[in-house]
Each structure stands twice: as C-alpha cells, then as structure tokens.
C-alpha cells in the first residue's frame, strides 16, 4: 500500500521550467519503480518517464527526451520531473504512479498513483 501526493504544477510561458514532486509513504520504494504520466484532454495517458527505486535507472518518452529529467531523493521518497523547454504540446495533467518490481511503460501496469497536477504551457 503505497500513498503518492503530487505537487509543483502551474501555468508557465513557453520556454519556460517546471519542477514536479511525488512524495510517497506508507511502505519502502526498495522494489518499486516510480513513473510520470501525462494526460491531455481528449487524448489518452502516456508514458513520460519513470525511475526503478532498486538501482536508480531511469528510461523516457521519446517526446521528452532532452528536455525532462527524472530524479529522486532517496531519504524522502520522493520522485522529480524537471521540465524544461516547456511547449504547448506539453499542456496537460501529470500523475505520478508506482509499481512494485518492474518499470514498464504502461498506464495500466501501476496500481497506485497520486491525485494529479495541471501543467499548462501558454504560447
């Protein structure tokens, strides 16, 4: 049983940082894999990035790479997601979500996530 809360989303010009956190507690991250999710409206979840807790290797989308970077604090169980060069393409609202023992890329492999935050890229 694990418990994510999410935070740090906003509305930012386009070029522009953000910096999402997803603090997990109620069990150890030891055997878990932490990922971002992005879902815009009208289009379908995808697969941002995620980050296996095990030995801190990380995989990202395609559509990111280059710009996202996905990070951890082990002491506070928490993940990050550092957007740069933000577009509007990227508007849409980010989940955090965990796993135990593998980080696949699919929405529908992860049982817990958090509540979501709106991230919106205005031109």
């Known amino acids: 049983q694990v418990q994510l809360v999410e935070s740090g989303g906003g509305l930012v010009q386009a070029g522009g940082s953000l910096r999402l956190s997803c603090a997990a507690s109620?069990?150890?991250?030891?055997?878990?894999?932490m990922g971002w999710f992005r879902q815009a409206p009208g289009k379908e979840r995808e697969f941002v990035s995620v980050l296996s807790w095990t030995d801190g290797s990380t995989s990202i989308a395609d559509s990111v790479k280059g710009r996202f970077t996905i990070s951890r604090d082990s002491a506070k169980n928490t993940v990050y997601l550092q957007m740069n060069s933000l577009q509007p393409e990227d508007t849409a609202v980010y989940y955090c979500?965990?796993?135990?023992?593998?980080?696949?890329?699919?929405?529908?492999?992860?049982?817990?996530w958090g509540q979501g935050t709106q991230v919106t890229v205005s031109s």
């Open positions: 109620g069990r150890t991250l030891n055997n878990y894999a």
């Open positions: 979500a965990a796993r135990q023992y593998g980080a696949g890329r699919s929405y529908r492999l992860y049982p817990y």
